[in-house]
């Protein structure tokens, strides 16, 4: 509220010094600081959608004390639109966005608590075997996530679905709606690289087709198919619907390392039995996948 009047008194003046200006960015970037670091590592999409709608706000703001009719318009637009998606965002992880605001969620603590979790070995597999895995099964369920974005390696994993559906298999993609760093995001990326609408199905549609899966092929995601976030009260992902990547009968997951989710929790999906992991960039391994499917 400080800072808000500040910056009246500031913008009603007829010549604001320089330190005046300095002071007001100052609190101003204070301010955000601050209302972010109590934000825990899976909230931070919801957070980064609401910055998004503030900006918009601000440009509105800016665009009254300047007369810009247009600055006001899209300022508005932009605002509206990131407050749509701030609350799809929070709805699609089952929080409201007082909670995430202001819960102190994801606490260094209750982390550290949760690490025992996720114990055991990771077990590798390379890309020959999980070509062969995926070949010869009856259905893949193919779970995209950012690290695929980031790896842009949406082109490939679809030649790759395409090769495995000449051979019989049917390929389905499973699409989280915080998957990436916005709704749609996923969707978007599949859509480009021209994978059939038919093919592309939401948590709600594809969740109990997972235990019927013979393959999941889990790319770039990792908060999404956490099964902690259904077994375990204390972790910090606790509540927010996944996918139930860990109820098909094999899963392999391609990371570029063992690093955590943007949660910063542990994923025991990786310590499974029924999981294998397939490091390397997402789309020099979907590059690898195909070439040993069409080996076979």
Do not use: C
């Amino acid at each position: 509220a400080g800072m808000l009047i500040f910056g009246f008194l500031l913008m009603g003046a007829e010549s604001p010094s320089s330190f005046s200006i300095l002071v007001f960015f100052g609190l101003a970037l204070l301010f955000g600081i601050m209302m972010t670091l109590p934000i825990g590592g899976a909230d931070m999409p919801v957070v980064i959608s609401l910055y998004n709608a503030l900006t918009g706000l601000a440009v509105a703001f800016e665009g009254f004390v300047l007369g810009n009719a247009a600055m006001i318009i899209a300022g508005t637009v932009v605002g509206s639109a990131g407050t749509l998606l701030t609350q799809l965002m929070a709805n699609a992880m089952n929080r409201p966005i007082s909670n995430v605001l202001f819960s102190g969620f994801g606490s260094g603590a209750t982390t550290e608590a949760v690490q025992g979790d996720a114990g055991g070995v990771m077990k590798e597999i390379d890309a020959t075997d999980a070509a062969v895995m995926m070949a010869y099964a009856d259905k893949v369920i193919i779970v995209p996530g950012y690290g695929m974005a980031v790896a842009q390696a949406q082109h490939k994993v679809w030649e790759f679905a395409k090769l495995l559906e000449e051979r019989g298999v049917t390929v389905k993609f499973a699409i989280h709606p915080v998957a990436g760093r916005m709704p749609g995001h996923m969707n978007v990326l599949l859509a480009e690289a021209g994978v059939p609408y038919d093919k592309i199905y939401d948590l709600e549609e594809i969740n109990n087709e997972f235990p019927q899966a013979d393959v999941a092929l889990v790319i770039g995601a990792n908060d999404v198919v956490n099964p902690v976030a259904r077994t375990n009260p204390d972790s910090p992902i606790y509540g927010m619907p996944i996918l139930d990547v860990d109820k098909a009968r094999n899963v392999i997951v391609v990371k570029r390392g063992k690093g955590k989710g943007f949660s910063g929790v542990e994923n025991a999906l990786f310590f499974l039995d029924n999981t294998r992991m397939l490091y390397g960039d997402g789309q020099d391994v979907a590059g690898k996948l195909i070439a040993e499917a069409k080996q076979l």
